[in-house]
């Protein structure tokens, strides 16, 4: 036998473990599986809220009514008098060109000072619109009174709005903006998030099998830092996962950039069906299942018919003309015939076999609380 011929021979095993091997890995891949930020968060990671009270002055007549909103004129007192301007007693300044606002802001976590975050501003008065406007230096305070940022800046606002005559066009709001970059953070927010020992992730959504397998994964994972025949990972209850930080406090970012892009296999959720009963919106998940049933769905309508009627007196008789009104009533009852639904395990014969009865959004909310009554619809039923 050749050379080339024991070649073939030999690699033609070797092939067909090869495909072996790949069968088996595309089988114990993970068939949907999210990374744990997007299932998660580090507790302690989070974001704070800002408010401050400002003033926007450079509108084009579009500002605060003075007389409706007082505090508008104080505010401008109060800042002129720290600028050394001082207005003569029982003078009230009639404004047009400047508004009181609300400032907020997200300060995110571990913002340093010199950082730039955006702020929101918003009207507190009776301003027509905020368009043009320049936000003066405002304080932004967090929960505890102190001031994190100082904001300051022009208004970026995306409406537009035009009147005269009377008639008057607008395009969305114009009583709120934006400042791209227009806080300058202060202070620094303390996090010791990353010098304790041990973290605690928490879920989006409550779940015990998600925090289960979400510990599994981090337990199975070789992560800098951590022992790979020690569990470092522990879940608490169906929301918070307890896990081990390294010991070297220069591994603690790789560990944690590692166990945020870690990918998990998620439990199937729990069948649910959310219906709003306002709009007639209804939205199921892949989850729902629909055992055999049969339904009869029918319409009543009642119409009512107004028809004006003159009673005119004959001549020379002591009368007066009466005007009424006759109305004719209506109730019109469509039979439905008895329908069977197949049973349907996917989402798509489920939504194929409910669109074959034929009715509207709001009867559908009727059929599905009939059908979850008799034990054919397996989800839950929510209404909002």
């Not at 050394?84 to 913002?111: F, K």
């Not at 998030?193 to 070789?222: G, K, M, P, Q, Y």
């Not at 944690?256 to 919106?281: C, H």
């Not at 055992?291 to 005119?312: E, K």
Request: with cysteine; glycine share 8%; aromatic share 2%.
């Amino acid at each position: 036998m050749s050379a080339r011929e024991t070649a073939k021979k030999n690699s033609a095993p070797m092939r067909a473990a090869c495909a072996a091997i790949a069968i088996v890995a595309s089988m114990l891949a993970p068939a949907h599986a999210e990374r744990v930020k997007e299932l998660a968060s580090i507790q302690g990671v989070r974001a704070n809220q800002l408010i401050g009270y400002g003033l926007v002055v450079g509108l084009d007549g579009s500002g605060d009514q003075t007389t409706q909103a007082p505090f508008t004129v104080q505010s401008l007192q109060s800042m002129l008098s720290q600028l050394g301007v001082q207005l003569p007693p029982g003078v009230n300044p009639q404004l047009r060109n400047a508004a009181a606002v609300m400032v907020t802001a997200q300060l995110p976590p571990y913002a340093q000072p010199g950082q730039a975050i955006d702020v929101t501003v918003s009207s507190l008065g009776n301003a027509k619109s905020l368009r043009g406007g320049t936000l003066l230096l405002t304080p932004l305070r967090g929960a505890d009174g102190q001031v994190y940022a100082m904001a300051q800046g022009n208004l970026v606002v995306g409406g537009a709005g035009a009147s005269a005559a009377g008639s008057k066009v607008q395009i969305n709001h114009l009583s709120a903006g934006r400042v791209p970059g227009g806080a300058t953070v202060e202070r620094v927010v303390p996090n010791q998030t990353l010098a304790s020992d041990a973290i605690h992730i928490e879920l989006n959504d409550t779940d015990f099998a998600t925090a289960h397998r979400v510990a599994e994964a981090i337990n199975a994972s070789v992560l800098p830092g951590s022992g790979a025949a020690v569990p470092i990972a522990q879940p608490l209850d169906a929301r918070v996962i307890r896990v081990q930080m390294p010991a070297d406090p220069s591994l603690r970012v790789p560990f944690l950039a590692g166990l945020e892009n870690l990918d998990v296999r998620l439990a199937p959720p729990m069948a649910r069906v959310i219906v709003n009963a306002r709009t007639g919106s209804v939205v199921m998940n892949q989850s729902v299942t629909l055992a055999p049933s049969a339904v009869a769905h029918g319409n009543l309508s009642v119409t009512v018919q107004v028809t004006p009627m003159v009673s005119q007196p004959a001549p020379f008789a002591k009368g007066s003309t009466v005007v009424a009104e006759r109305a004719d009533i209506e109730i019109r009852h469509d039979g439905g015939s008895m329908m069977m639904l197949e049973g349907s395990a996917k989402l798509p014969d489920v939504v194929k076999a409910l669109n074959s009865l034929g009715a509207t959004p709001q009867d559908l909310i009727a059929i599905l609380q009939a059908l979850k009554a008799a034990g054919s619809l397996k989800a839950e039923l929510e209404i909002i």
